[in-house]
């Protein structure tokens, strides 16, 4: 069992930033790949971006690549999404998520955060 706890949600205006960890107790953080995904009212869950359980590897959907970054510490069982240069279509509820793939699909990840909020007005 893996427990993911995501912070660092909030208001922010359009073009600013905002940073999301993500910590995680229980089985070896290491094992894992670790994902971000959001949710927006009324929208489907989607890809945002995962890394390896290295670190070595990385995805980002297209609607966020060049904006955000996903890095991870495994001595601090954390990972971590610097979201730069946001916009107000990236309000939504952003959940972490961990997998024994990495894979861009909510069916690969096992374990799931409660998510954390990020507004951004306009």
């Known amino acids: 069992q893996v427990q993911l706890v995501e912070s660092g949600g909030g208001l922010v205006q359009a073009g600013g930033s905002l940073r999301l960890s993500c910590a995680a107790s229980?089985?070896?953080?290491?094992?894992?790949?670790m994902g971000w995904f959001r949710q927006a009212p009324a929208k489907e869950r989607e890809f945002v971006a995962a890394i390896g359980w290295s670190g070595g590897r990385t995805d980002y959907a297209d609607s966020v690549k060049g904006r955000f970054t996903i890095s991870r510490d495994n001595a601090k069982n954390t990972v971590y999404l610097q979201m730069n240069s946001l916009k107000p279509e990236d309000t939504a509820v952003y959940y972490c998520?961990?997998?024994?793939?990495?894979?861009?699909?909510?069916?690969?990840?096992?374990?799931w955060g409660q998510g954390t909020q990020v507004t951004v007005s306009s």
């Open positions: 229980g089985r070896t953080f290491n094992n894992y790949n």
């Open positions: 998520a961990a997998a024994l793939m990495l894979t861009r699909l909510r069916s690969g990840y096992d374990y």
